[in-house]
């Protein structure tokens, strides 16, 4: 079956450390999304990606890295500068211009300990 | 204000009644509107999608859009104990681009 797997479904990870969020799709989309939703604010983008070897920041870059050297691949990283990571991250990808809607992953739940 | 305004809940109601889920948004530009269903710990899934004013139905789900009032509704029919989700509306169109802005989703209890 076609879609978007996200990995890992929890992680933890402790103050000061880097960790990459893993984001892969077989649906053979040209864009793909990331969005960090928090408790009662919706979903805000923070990077994406339209074509391979370009990307472009969403509303809350700061603190978040990405690459698209596949098509079918796009991790997020959240450094160390980002304050306040806690949250449920959501990878998401459209065939073109996304102008018809979105399919998301299943999310992955990233908590600083 | 923010450009999409929903209110967060929790919307509780007994299994059967029709459901009415609303959005207002501020910008006039915006042409393509979407709702989308989101279960507890998983993403989000596409539900309806509109473009510009008018209503569209898809079995016990009805989408309507009036761009006068600045005013989208999700209308849930005969509603199930598995409608029990957060319902998020989407919006795009502004300044030429397709990427959505989404509301903060409603939180739907049908109970038994």
């Known amino acids: 079956d076609g879609g978007i797997t996200q990995s890992p479904k929890y992680l933890f990870r402790k103050e000061g450390q880097n960790v990459t969020l893993s984001c892969e799709q077989n649906?053979?989309?040209?864009?793909m999304y990331w969005y960090r939703q928090d408790p009662g604010q919706g979903l805000r983008l923070i990077y994406y990606?339209?074509?391979?070897?370009?990307?472009q920041k969403g509303d809350i870059a700061e603190g978040y890295s990405v690459s698209r050297e596949k098509k079918e691949s796009f991790p997020l990283t959240v450094t160390s500068a980002q304050k306040n990571p806690t949250a449920f991250y959501l990878c998401?990808?459209?065939?073109?211009?996304?102008?018809?809607?979105?399919?998301f992953g299943s999310g992955t739940r990233l908590t600083v300990v | 204000q923010k450009e999409v305004e929903q209110d967060p809940g929790p919307l509780s109601v007994p299994e059967g009644a029709i459901v009415s889920l609303n959005c207002t948004y501020s910008?006039?530009?915006?042409?393509?509107f979407m709702w989308y269903r989101q279960y507890s710990r998983k993403g989000p899934e596409l539900l309806m999608y509109?473009?510009?004013?008018g209503n569209k139905e898809d079995g016990r789900f009805t989408a309507q859009v009036d761009k006068s009032s600045k005013y989208i509704s999700l209308f849930i029919r005969d509603s199930q104990p598995s409608d029990s989700a957060t319902y998020l509306c989407?919006?795009?169109?502004?300044?030429?681009?397709?990427?959505?802005?989404f509301g903060r989703g409603t939180s739907l209890i049908v109970h038994p």
């Open positions: 509109t473009y510009s004013s």
């Open positions: 649906l053979n989309h040209d864009a």
């Open positions: 990606s339209q074509i391979v070897n370009d990307f």
């Open positions: 998401a990808s459209t065939p073109g211009t996304g102008i018809s809607g979105y399919t």
């Open positions: 910008n006039s530009a915006f042409q393509y």
């Open positions: 989407a919006m795009s169109g502004r300044r030429g681009s397709y990427i959505p802005t």
